[in-house]
């Protein structure tokens, strides 16, 4: 448990000393416009992140060996610039395995990883499927691979660009399919579960997440869709006796999942399952910008009944929480 | 019950007679390239449309007095140009009221009318709000509107373009809609269900079906969004304290429904309950026309592996019928 | 009439002390970097807006019972920031009924209300067409609406964003369609003119100008097109006999008049009177926009050569004065 | 004044002999599917154009040094065969020079040539900008150019495709820009006539009318606006102490008369004289193609209250008669 | 070598009797208008094809174990429906192996296979990047490979769609891009070489083309830029010590090759080398298709100064022979 | 030779003094937020630009007749505000002609412009075809236009941004045809040469680059395109017996070589030469902002293997360094 976080910093008493446990995501020596040198240092943790500046660099109490992505123990204060806060460090050192824990410096999913991860399972489970039981579980039995999916973000930012987003956001969908699929005589559950699982594996390389979220070259270069499609062919060509035909499903189910040419998918759903998985995904994606948009309002405490401000993930529109306009509490 | 069905004529024996009923969908004089007049009808019924000829119009046994709309007895014989059947017509007179079935005579739904209307009253009645309720009921329990609304196609071609179509399609989506909802707590049931009975409601006045499925001027000056909304509004207008803001919101539904300005919807979803009501509805539309592709396929005896012909409401995009692909009789 | 403007308070002496009536249109408490607690308002009048700070709050000459849309008697002096200049408040209270003329406060048309409205009278006195001219005749003598269409502007920014901007837009329109008209023999002029007068008539409600222009929450979700057809088919409705063709020509000029799907309207023209109406609506539009920027473009002792800054109406556009650039003062 | 026109054939009676004067627009050597071979024609003249076939090329009675483009003398009898009548040629002769009237061999405006050009010198007179009035005289007392200018179609095919269509089409929008220019101070008069004048100058030699409305080579590769600009600069050059200044903005006013790049306008109107310029042309452009396509339905026996056909010059829009619809005969 | 190709037949003698060799590419059951039964076959070979008629299938002289696919021995005679050939068949038996050369049965590549193959292979020995050399060597040597890559067509239609035309448009641009790359210095040579190579070589599973040339499902589902995509992945992780960093930047090169989203291509090019390589692909593919324009009106016999007929791939534009409008024969 | 440049001054010691000559690109009256008057001056040479404030415009030893376009010799002192560094003016007086090489005052071409020109003539010397010879002959050898053509840059801002650029762009562009035009024979080099060296022609007078780069009004209104094809017809127009088709392929591949409409050209490419200018001026400039964007990365010290900032002429996308990443210093 840290002893203090980011986000309150932002009201700190001015001059009050803190201690605190941070993850360096930045740091570049700089000069004040009268010459002066600083080192300037992005601190983060789970609740934000904020400017420190170490005015003394050479004070014996300050650490020289430290680095982005390291865990730093500092001591310090903090001062109002404008509008924002910014912190002035007097002691700084490398913190020791296990002083901290990690959860506590980047944002984290909300749930019980353990329990999302069981829930996934019991759907893999559930599959009449052989083939695709075999494939899942071959996938998610890898401990490398399974211990990135449990702490991979869905994203950079937007939705569930948290750790543990992925995971959230696939049980999620998974729960939300199971709901739809009886609706569809024509679809075959297993597929349209298995490409839930599989559509956004490929975002364990794409992103990296060690310090702070961000894309790999690797990801830039080739995005999730071919790393995940590259995955799941490599495990089918691994399984004996695959169907071939199942994989060609497997893959273009994987391939199409954006829906569009313009959103980076090759090519377009051509199966039924495959445009019900593009359906629900948008339309997962789209709740759950707006349920996090009205969260947003609340906690800044704007008037229920005023629209919101601009959703990026809907195309910048501005959207009106129902309840709060028709002046309910709760149905 | 009619004797014969157009689509059994298309295979009739050629110069062998027929009797039959058929609803006349176009009366036109025509003269042959040797100059020879003859009177050109097209006749349909529930199976689909023929060209049919009478060559002596003048013959006392062809009765003068039907014009397009009608419906008519005829004896005849069928003959075949080139791949096309063509009937010739011998005798013709008027049908007598009752003498046959309406439902015959036009492509109708094969669900059971009189239990989807059951279907739609019961998710009315389930609602908890109590101004939602009594707008439904309202409206619902007007008699003309009522048998409009279980009558008519939902649209002029592609899905459910039949009689009864637009109940079909409002119900199945009532229970999709009732499947998905619980997902997402920030939505507010009965305003979703609202939405979905009454976002196509202007289409009974949008289109035609007496004599086939045509847009009426009113239609194409209008449209059903229009035409729908401003039913709406006048029947919240004359119920005594409907609030007035719930009446923007249901308004708002029904603008927005097809969720993009340059489908004509002149209002983007602006809450959660729009957005999801234009989802469903889109997933709604294009699964169906996945399913009747299948089934012409089947019907057409194309191999179950094989890709379908191009999809109009899948932007021409040919589709895949996976457990056909599989080699799967059935799941 | 007002002591001071905003507009002439931006080269107001520093220090000097100024009295004047303003709007609130923003009241919020605010903390300086130093943490010092203050008091920022946004005020303005028809020249324009500007920040000013009560710096002591509990000071018995500052009221405290004013709040945003309230007109306050303001003494105080000057100080600038940069290129800003910011108002120092060292008394405040509400003004009494009266005190200032309202018209002072907002900005304005520049033409005289009662006449741009006799005008507007005076081409529906014109009309031949009986039906029509009961239907504006019945909207026209609506007190609270004809006292709302003689105030409204006719856009929150751009052309015609000033209060009576709606009446003097419709008034040049009318003015142009009727010089237009009798060019077409095809076009029913009476049409032409009900359109122009009722086409933005939604606006009324879809915004607000009580302090400062906004969008109300009814006109985000519904929208001026949808707000205006609906009080025309309310009025036409309430109209013996008012013919059901007329009335659906009527509520299609008003759906179609932006011309195009993606700019909001349902419908597209459809009959010539509406493609006429949504030329000359557009055109006018611009070409009161290019109007602007030129006069604008010479207050600000731009070159009479030079291009304008960029025209938003026209899509960024820059434009060309062409009398300034061929160096003539008057043609 | 010809024997008889094309349009009248298309009902002659079969097997009688018609003699008649046509314009020959093709001229192709076939054979039969039997292997027969004959001379495969198309006639034309101003009602419209008729394949005609020569079973006995070697007949004395056929002439056979005419060619594409020359106007023929031809005695035949009709046949009709399914919904076309074709022509059946026993004798075939060139015309001599002044056997028959030009006009009658192609489609002409129905206005008076001489009075249109007459409109269009008294707009120039009234000019009070001396250069831009030195500008236009100088190229319309060029004699080829104003036997061009007179004579060329306004377009291939659409709006005004026929002799003389570009002068019907420039004196009606040289009318309606004088009833619209007044409306806003900031034209200048002169140069918007200007405009009118000159925008489509370019298609007298973009297309060619000798033998029916072809493009050029030329025009397809430089179009007709670099074509007019080309030649109003080349005049302007000419003309002592031509203002820069002015030349640049005909220039311009030609360049950007489509409105748009991807109409193929290189530049986008950037002074009010073309805005307007555009708008009214677009404007003018559809309405005739309105009015045009409201003609043929009449002639068509079209019920009045019906839709049009699909009018390309609207995007395949259908448009509704307003009058017809409303039932009045004549306003 | 064949007796007799489809193109003669166009022109033979009707009845004389022919004797030739083809590949069946349809059968299909029929029945004309007056009922009688025949079989429809279509037939080709590198020149084109032909719809070929049975009407007597019972005829000993006919085989019946053949079908689509199969190569056959025709004999029967010509006949011409208006302005189509048909073919009346008379005897028909399966040809046996080695009867005819299956080079005659489709069009292919006018070059030698050999030669462009071994063109192919000395590039690849230029090589001085060892690991990319290490990569195609493998690739090419794979022996099954090797032979889909020399009879691959390019396309199903459009450019190069005949056998061989895989490789004849990769040496081709090979050839380009070794004269381009020496102007940029900032591209790796044989990077972009290597792009070159496989950038089209998912083709071979994409299409089939032993009975004409059609996509398969496969190839409809993925797409021949994953097929060729995870071919090259797989072959990279066979190989001892593939740079992992190289190995991305191969793929990213096929990914991205069609230059936009749009196109198919899930990755814009993001290297300098995938950017000449999308260039050089798109003017290579668009020249080709220009040239085999202007060879198709040569042999059509248009007259050299007209324009083309509409081309495909330069989105329907029509193309002018610069050297035949000057008037030159050769350069 | 300078005695300083701007882009010295921004590491420059503060309050130390430095003499030097600048151009001076704006000058402007303003007055501090304490209503302090200055004059506010941008300086600029061939490094940059700078802002300098003069506090004592009265002072003696600054001139008072010097104005935007003059070239000033400064004496002054840095100081820095933030992360900006500004000038501090002491004395300031007009430079006298010869004083200072221009070439220092603006961005220029970092090769010889002598050298270029004679490759230029080169190319043309090369030229087969006598017409266009001597067209290029004519233009090149008149001394005001080749000046102009040797100094102008080949754009505002973006590739070629400096006094020489449309030199070493055109230079550079027929290097590049010359590599490609034999790869196609189809190509009429001379051709593609002269729209090499003709299509930016225009730029001469569509930029202006006396102070700074800017368009002109003249080029604002008319564009390049027009520009150049206008001077290019006059000159062919000027030359006895010019073929008349050659004369419209040579203005229509200036008129098509930016390839789309909505580019600027209002023609697209109709014969192959004009296709392949379009293709290779785009790969050029493309190949010329990527080579821009890895040179300023690596003078910024950005990690060899770190993704570029993003590229305006690739719309906004990120390159990678081939080389960088794959850790080679020089192939």
Partial sequence: MKDIYIAELAAFEEGKLFDGF?????????????????????????????????????????????????????????????????LKVDQLRKATDGEVDKADLMPSTTYDVA???????????????????????????????????????????????????LLEHVVSLLTLADRVVPHYPILHRDLVLTGVILHDIGKIRELSWEIGFEYTVEGQLLGHIQIGSALAERTMDSLPDFP????????????????????????????????????????????????????????EGKAPDELTGKVWALDQRQMLNTRGWLGESKK
């Avoid at 904020?50 to 680095?67: G, H, L, S, Y």
């Avoid at 691979?145 to 973000?153: I, M, N, S, T």
């Avoid at 629900?280 to 996090?292: C, E, F, G, S, Y």
């Fill in 22 to 86: 941070f993850l360096v995501l930045a740091r570049q020596q700089r000069t004040t416009s009268t010459n002066k040198p600083y080192l300037s240092l992005t601190l983060g943790d789970k609740t934000g992140t904020m400017e420190a500046r170490v005015w003394e660099p050479n004070d014996p109490r300050i650490a020289r060996d430290f680095d982005r992505g390291d865990i730093v123990k500092v001591r310090g204060s903090a001062s109002r610039f404008k509008d924002t806060t910014q």
């Fill in 115 to 165: 329990a999302l991860w069981a829930q996934l399972l019991s759907f893999v489970d559930s599959f009449t499927e052989p083939d695709l039981k075999r494939l899942l579980t071959t996938i998610l039995s890898d401990p490398t691979l399974a211990a990135a999916y449990r702490e991979a973000p869905a994203a950079k930012q937007l939705h569930h660009a948290w750790l543990g987003g």
């Fill in 244 to 299: 071939p035909r199942l994989k060609t499903l497997v893959l273009h189910i994987i391939l199409s999942h954006h829906g569009k040419l313009e959103f980076g998918s090759p090519k377009l759903p051509m199966i039924p399952e495959a445009l019900v998985l593009n359906f629900l995904d948008d339309l997962d994606a789209k709740m759950q910008a707006v349920a996090n948009e009205f969260e947003k309002c609340a906690r």
